[in-house]
T-cell receptor
Framework: DAEITQSPRHKITETGRQVTLACHQTWNHNNMFWYRQDLGHGLRLIHYSYGVQDTNKGEVSDGYSVSRSNTEDLPLTLESAASSQTSVYFC???????????FGEGSRLTVL | AQSVTQLDSQVPVFEEAPVELRCNYSSSVSVYLFWYVQYPNQGLQLLLKYLSGSTLVKGINGFEAEFNKSQTSFHLRKPSVHISDTAEYFCAVKLGGYQKVTFGTGTKLQVIP
């Protein structure tokens, strides 16, 4: 079965360190998204990609970057982690027309 | 830009009672509407979606939602809830022609035995 996997599922890091969260999908979807989930805010879009070599900023992109070198992967990098980036991060993918998002199980990041 | 409002952050309901989770959206153009469910420590999964056609949409696990364009609402309903329905529910909107999805802040449904 096709799926979307995230790693690591849990990570604790220190302020100022670089962190990369991996996202790999086997749906062969063109669209991939990174969201963060925080209490009282729901899911907020960080970055998204409509295909290889395409990346776009979402509503809360400061301090984050992504790159898309193939269809399957969209890693999310925190260049210098801050305590405000403690959150649960979800990767998702979708087909071009249908719009339904398929989610990974999330990566819980704690920045101390 | 589109936005989604879920006014109820928590909804407690007794088992086998009906429930309605409210969702309102704002957009001046045509939209696609979704309800997702998140069980504890899991990702979100699609409950149902409205793309076009009949305004009453049926989803998985006995849930349904009605699209009301004049009231810009897409409320989620279930006639009789079960303990296993305890989860957080998110309403989401996508503009036609675009791929970005905007989520509401979520409603936690607590089913009381």
């Amino acid at each position: 079965d096709a799926e979307i996997t995230q790693s690591p599922r849990h990570k604790i890091t220190e302020t100022g360190r670089q962190v990369t969260l991996a996202c790999h999908q086997t749906w062969n979807h063109n669209n991939m998204f990174w969201y963060r989930q925080d209490l009282g805010h729901g899911l907020r879009l960080i970055h998204y990609s409509y295909g290889v070599q395409d990346t776009n900023k979402g509503e809360v992109s400061d301090g984050y970057s992504v790159s898309r070198s193939n269809t399957e992967d969209l890693p999310l990098t925190l260049e210098s982690a801050a305590s405000s980036q403690t959150s649960v991060y979800f990767c998702a993918s979708s087909e071009l027309a249908a719009g339904e998002l398929f989610f990974g199980e999330g990566s819980r990041l704690t920045v101390l | 830009a589109q936005s989604v409002t879920q006014l109820d952050s928590q909804v407690p309901v007794f088992e086998e009672a009906p429930v309605e989770l409210r969702c309102n959206y704002s957009s001046s153009v045509s939209v696609y509407l979704f309800w997702y469910v998140q069980y504890p420590n899991q990702g979100l999964q699609l409950l149902l979606k409205y793309l076009s056609g009949s305004t009453l949409v049926k989803g998985i696990n006995g849930f349904e939602a009605e699209f009301n364009k004049s009231q810009t609402s897409f409320h989620l309903r279930k006639p009789s809830v079960h303990i296993s329905d305890t989860a957080e529910y998110f309403c989401a909107v996508k503009l036609g022609g675009y791929q970005k999805v905007t989520f509401g802040t979520g409603t936690k449904l607590q089913v009381i035995p």
